[in-house]
Structures are given as structure tokens and as C-alpha cells.
């Protein structure tokens, strides 16, 4: 059974440049969040996508948008890229029941992206 | 919004011996409290959970004790061994219940 798999595992773009980053969760999970990891930093909430819908979003900036498919998959784009976007960007798939978390939370490796 | 304290931030010991992380949590409607395990360069791992109608779980070398009236959780680890060491990272959840908040992690250092 596959888990979470997200492309590309490194990247590296220049200031201003724009950036999509791909998600496929776990099989039998209908809903994908993303999480932005600085360097020696906790991961933080950037939004989640349930049923095509951003659900809920975290405390960034317009310039991060989403987009979830029928498939469940996800994309992260990011726009107007700054020094301080470079991080590790996590996705982790999940089910929900009653509006909650049932069960674990699963991460994908991540994709590492610099900034220059 | 929720916030998520963790102490300590590093934390060293010698194989054999037991290591403990708190947390403290400031909203009330969080209803569920994962650790997660991340080595180097690798993605976060849950290493055991618990919800708000529970006090304590326990997996193994592993437990995870709740107090909700105090807001505090905390885990722990016996007899440690070097593969333990990795950082830590304890969450909440947040008020939709759907989002977690991680604390600041926890450098664990095993020593043999």
C-alpha cells in the first residue's frame, strides 16, 4: 500500500519565479493538507482540501493556492516566490469523520524547495 | 487560535534510560494530541496519539499522558536506545478539529 507520495523531491527557483508542487495520498484517504517546514522549524498548517474545497487555511498569504482533484490528489502553487518560501513542504492525507481527524494524520517525504 | 508549547527543546540521555517531553496546549475544544517522531531529511512519523477522552496510552516502550484540565500532555519513552534519537514534535488539534499545531519540537539525544 503506497502512502503519501509527493514530486519533485527538489526544486530550486529564483525570487519572483512561480511553483506548483503534487500530492497523492494514501489510498482510501479523501483529504490532503499541506504544511510548510522551515529549516530547524515545526511544520506549520497552510490549508486543507476536502471533497475539492479548500476547507481551512492556515495564516499565509494568497500568494499559496491549492487545488484538489476528483482522484483526491493536490497541488500547491505558490506565486511571487520569496527567500523566506524556502522550505520543506510537506503533504499529509487524512480521513475525516464528523467534521474531525479519524485517525492519523500521514505524511508524504516532502519537496524540498530553495529559493535564490 | 490554538497555541502549543513543548520543553525541552534538547534533551539528552544515556541508553537505558527514560526520556520525558511536555507539552501545554491553550485551547479547550482541542480534542486530539499526536507525537510525532522526525529523523534527518525524512518525513514526520506518528509514533502514538491520543484523544481527549482518554488519560493515558501506552505502545510498547512508549505512553502518552493527558491531563485536559491542566491543558498538558506528555510522552514518554523507557529503556531509550540510539535509533530513539530524532526530534519530537507534539500537536494539537485546532478548533475545527481537521488542522494540528506543532509545538516547537524536542532534540532527543541517545547515548550508548
Known amino acids: 500500500d503506497a502512502g503519501v507520495t509527493q514530486s519533485p523531491t527538489h526544486l530550486i527557483k529564483t525570487r519572483g519565479q512561480q511553483v506548483t508542487l503534487r500530492c497523492s495520498p494514501k489510498?482510501?484517504?479523501?483529504?490532503v493538507s499541506w504544511y510548510q517546514q522551515a529549516l530547524g522549524q515545526e511544520p506549520q498548517f497552510i490549508f486543507q482540501?476536502?471533497?475539492?474545497?479548500?476547507?481551512q487555511r492556515g495564516n499565509f498569504p494568497d500568494r499559496f493556492s491549492g487545488h484538489q482533484f476528483p482522484n483526491y490528489s493536490s497541488e500547491l502553487n505558490v506565486n511571487a516566490l520569496l527567500l523566506g518560501d524556502s522550505a520543506l513542504y510537506l503533504c499529509a492525507s487524512s480521513l475525516l469523520f464528523g467534521g474531525n481527524l479519524a485517525g492519523e494524520l500521514f505524511f508524504g517525504e516532502g519537496s524540498r524547495l530553495t529559493v535564490l | 487560535g490554538e497555541n502549543v508549547e513543548q520543553h525541552p527543546s534538547t534533551l539528552s540521555v544515556q541508553e537505558g534510560d527514560s526520556a520525558v517531553i511536555k507539552c501545554t496546549y491553550s485551547d479547550s475544544a482541542s480534542n486530539y494530541f499526536p507525537w510525532y517522531k522526525q529523523e534527518l531529511g525524512k518525513r514526520p512519523q506518528l509514533i502514538i496519539d491520543i484523544r481527549s477522552n482518554v488519560g493515558e496510552k501506552k505502545d510498547q516502550r512508549i505512553a502518552v499522558t493527558l491531563n485536559k484540565t491542566a491543558k498538558h500532555f506528555s510522552l514518554h519513552i523507557t529503556e531509550t536506545q540510539p535509533e530513539d534519537s530524532a526530534v519530537y514534535f507534539c500537536a494539537a488539534s485546532d478548533q475545527a478539529g481537521t488542522a494540528l499545531i506543532f509545538g516547537k519540537g524536542t532534540t532527543l539525544s541517545v547515548s550508548s
Open positions: 489510498s482510501g484517504h479523501d483529504t
Open positions: 482540501y476536502y471533497e475539492e474545497e479548500e476547507r
